[in-house]
C-alpha cells in the first residue's frame, strides 16, 4: 500500500506514481492498477494543504496530467489505438478514473481514422469493459462532427449490443455470490473504530455547554457506534422503525436515583424531565435510532443539566432552537482501513485497498465485508466485485443496529422525501442515474426539460431538503478548499449503487426528457442559415450536455441490465428492452414510443 507524502514540488506521490503507470507501457497495463490508485488518489491527505493547495486543486492536477501522459502514449504506438495493441485500456482507465469528461474520453480516438473500429473489435474479447467503452462510442456518436463516425454508428451500436449480452450472460451464469446467513453478532453490529474529527468536535460542543447534540447522517454510517463511544454508559432510549420506544436503561436509572418503579411517571418526556434535572443527573442521555430531530420538542424538556445526545436520520422540518448538528458521513480511508483489519486481521493490505475502494468508506459495507471474507474461502476482490455489481440482492444481508436490511432503512427515508418533495425527489432519481458526483447544472436542465419555469429558488429548496436527509453532499458541506465541488451533486457511491434499482420505473421520463433538450437544440441547428458554424447560447451548452449525458447514461444502465437478465427472470427481460429501444431510439434519431407510459410499469422484480 504506497504511503502518502509530498515532493519538494509540492506533488503528491501518490500523483507521481500515477503519471508512472500511465507511461509504463500500454500493452501492459492492468485495468486493477487503475482501481487501486483510484483509491489512492481519491484519498489524499491534508499534507497536500500543507503546501497552499487544496484537495480539489492536487486531484485536478492529478486527472488531467494522466490523462495528457495516457493520450500522448497511445498516439505515439505505431498505427495508433490499433485492435493488436489494445490500448483502449488506458481509456477505460481514464473513464474509471474520471480523468476528464466524457468529451475528453472520446478524444483518445480523435487523431485516428480507424480508432473506434479497432476499438470496438477489442469489445467483444473483453466483457469486462463493455460498459466503460459504450460510453466514448455513445459519446461520439452524440457530439462527432465526423460524418464518417455518425453514419457508421448504425452498425456499431447494435453489434455492440450483441457482444455485450453474450459476454456478461456466459460470464454471470457461473459466477454468482450468494452470501451466507450471518448471525447479527458475527458482522450486524458495527464495532467502533475512533472518529478524530467527529470526536474533537463534539468535545468542543460539551466543553461550551451544549445540552442538545444530534448525530445525523443516512443509515449505515456509524451515527449509534460513535455516540455509543462517547457517552460511555448513558441511559438509553432506542426508538425501533415503528417509532416505538425501548426505555427500560431509563426505568432502571430512575430507581437508581432513588425514586422507585411505582413513583415513575410513564410518558418518556416526564422521565427525562426527572432523570436529567437536579443533582445526581447522569452526564449523558442517548436517544438513539430517531427518524427526524422534529421529534425531539415532543420528548426532551426544556431545562437540562444533563446532556442529551440523539442519533437521526434526518435533520427535520423544524428542530428545536437548542440542537446542535453534528454530520456523521463515511469514514475517512485511514479510519476504514482500521475498521477492516479491527474486523479481520488476516486482511492483507491489497485486500484492504479492494474494500476502501469499492465501498469508499461506508462503515456498515466496510465492516460486513470484512467479517464475512473472515468466515469464507472467498478473496476479497471478488466480494467486493459481486456486492457491488449486484448490490439489491447481496447487500440485502448486511443489516443495521436494529436487524433491518441498509436497503430498507435507504428505501423508507427516499419515501419520505417523496413524500414530502415530488421535485426534491425527481432531483435524487437523476442525481443517482447520472452518476454519483452530477454536475447541478444537468440536473436542474433535466427537471427543466417538463418545469421550463422552475426557479432557481424552487431547485435549491429540492437540493437542501435531499441534504437535510444526508442523501447528498452540496457544496456548502466542502466550504471554500472546494470551489470545483460547488456545481456537484454528491452522493455516496454505493448508496448510489443501492438506490439504482429502485428508480427503474422512471427511466423512461429521463430519457423522454433528454429527448425534449436534444431536440431542441438540434432544431434549432436546422433551421439556422449556416448550421456547420452554429453557436450555442450557454443555456443551450449545458442542456445538450445534460441530454448527451442522460443518454448515455442510459446505454450504460443497458450493460449494467444485459448482465442481470441471466439471473432476473422474464420481468427484467421487459425492462431490459425498454432500455434497449429508448436509447437505441434517441441515438438513431427516432421518436420517444407512444406507450412510454407502459414501458414505465415495468418492473425487475
Known amino acids: 500500500m504506497a504511503t502518502a507524502s509530498i515532493d519538494a514540488d509540492g506533488r503528491d506521490s501518490r500523483v507521481v506514481a500515477l503519471e508512472k503507470l500511465a507511461l509504463k507501457g500500454l500493452t501492459r497495463i492492468r485495468l486493477e492498477e487503475f482501481e487501486v490508485l483510484l483509491g489512492l488518489v481519491g484519498d489524499l491527505s491534508q499534507e497536500a494543504r500543507s503546501v497552499g493547495k487544496s484537495k480539489a486543486d492536487v486531484l485536478h492536477e492529478a486527472f488531467e496530467s494522466v490523462a495528457a501522459q495516457a493520450r500522448k502514449a497511445a498516439l505515439a504506438l505505431p498505427g495508433g489505438l490499433t485492435r493488436k495493441s489494445e490500448t483502449c485500456q488506458i481509456a477505460a482507465a481514464c473513464e474509471l478514473l474520471g480523468l476528464g469528461e466524457d468529451r475528453q474520453f472520446s478524444q483518445i480516438f480523435g487523431e485516428n481514422e480507424n480508432a473506434l473500429s479497432n476499438f470496438l473489435e477489442v469489445v467483444g474479447t473483453k ?52 452470501p451466507s446467513q450471518e448471525t447479527p453478532d458475527a458482522v450486524g453490529h458495527l464495532g467502533y473504530v475512533r472518529r478524530e474529527g467527529e470526536e474533537a468536535k463534539f468535545r468542543r460542543l460539551v466543553d461550551k455547554g451544549a445540552k442538545l447534540i444530534v448525530f445525523w447522517g443516512q443509515p449505515g454510517m456509524g451515527k449509534t457506534s460513535l455516540a455509543t ?46 432523570l436529567t434535572h437536579g443533582v445526581g443527573a447522569p452526564p449523558f442521555v442517548l436517544l438513539d435510532n430517531l427518524e427526524n430531530a422534529d421529534v425531539l420538542r415532543q420528548y426532551v424538556p426544556r431545562r437540562l443539566d444533563s446532556v442529551v445526545v440523539a442519533t437521526c436520520r434526518a435533520k427535520g422540518v423544524a428542530p428545536p432552537d437548542r440542537c446542535t448538528f453534528i454530520r456523521i458521513d463515511k469514514m475517512r480511508a485511514d479510519e476504514a482501513r482500521k475498521l477492516a483489519l479491527s474486523r479481520n486481521p488476516s486482511l492483507s493490505a491489497d485486500d484492504v485497498t479492494q474494500i476502501l475502494v469499492a ?83 444537468r440536473v436542474a436542465a433535466m427537471v427543466r426539460a417538463s418545469e421550463p419555469t422552475l426557479s432557481d429558488t424552487r431547485i435549491m429548496q429540492g437540493l437542501l431538503l435531499l441534504a437535510d436527509y444526508s442523501l447528498v453532499t452540496l457544496a456548502q458541506d466542502f466550504g471554500r478548499d472546494y470551489p470545483d465541488l460547488g456545481e456537484r451533486i454528491l452522493i455516496h457511491p ?111 422484480r
Open 359 to 441: 465501498f469508499m468508506g461506508y462503515p456498515l459495507a466496510t465492516n460486513y465485508v470484512s467479517a464475512f471474507i473472515a468466515r469464507t474461502h472467498l478473496s476479497a476482490a471478488e466480494v467486493c466485485r459481486d456486492i457491488t455489481s449486484d448490490p439489491l440482492e447481496n447487500a440485502s444481508k448486511i443489516t443495521t443496529v436494529e436487524g433491518r436490511p441498509l436497503l430498507a432503512a435507504l428505501r423508507h427515508v427516499v419515501q419520505q422525501v417523496n413524500a414530502i418533495d415530488k421535485l426534491a425527489y425527481r432531483m435524487l432519481v437523476l442525481s443517482v442515474y447520472m452518476g454519483y458526483m452530477a454536475r447541478r447544472g
Open 494 to 604: 454505493f448508496t448510489a449503487a443501492l438506490l439504482r434499482d429502485e428508480f427503474i420505473p422512471e427511466m423512461p421520463r429521463i430519457v423522454a426528457d433528454a429527448q425534449v433538450l436534444y431536440g431542441r437544440i438540434m432544431q434549432r441547428v436546422k433551421g439556422s442559415p449556416d448550421p456547420s458554424n452554429f453557436k450555442r447560447t450557454r443555456q443551450e451548452e449545458i442542456d445538450f450536455d445534460a441530454a448527451c449525458s442522460a443518454i448515455v447514461e442510459a446505454a450504460h444502465w443497458t450493460i449494467d441490465f444485459a448482465s442481470a437478465e441471466a439471473n432476473a427472470g422474464p420481468p427484467n427481460e421487459d425492462v431490459h428492452k425498454m432500455l434497449l429501444r429508448l436509447t437505441l431510439g434517441v441515438l438513431l434519431g427516432e421518436p420517444i414510443p407512444p406507450n412510454l407510459t407502459d414501458l414505465g410499469t415495468a418492473s425487475r
Open 229 to 274: 463511544a462517547l457517552t460511555g454508559a448513558a441511559p438509553l432510549v432506542f426508538f425501533d422503525s415503528h417509532g416505538e420506544t425501548q426505555q427500560d436503561e431509563i426505568i432502571t436509572a430512575l430507581q437508581d436515583r432513588g425514586i422507585a418503579l411505582k413513583d415513575q411517571p410513564a410518558d418518556l418526556r416526564s422521565q427525562l424531565a426527572l
Open 127 to 178: 466483457p469486462e469493459y463493455e460498459g466503460r467503452k459504450l460510453r466514448a462510442v455513445c459519446w461520439v456518436r452524440l457530439t462527432s462532427d465526423r460524418t464518417t463516425e455518425r453514419n457508421a454508428w448504425r452498425h456499431w451500436y447494435p453489434a455492440l449490443l450483441k457482444a455485450v449480452q453474450v459476454n456478461l450472460r456466459a460470464s454471470r451464469a457461473t459466477d454468482i455470490f450468494v
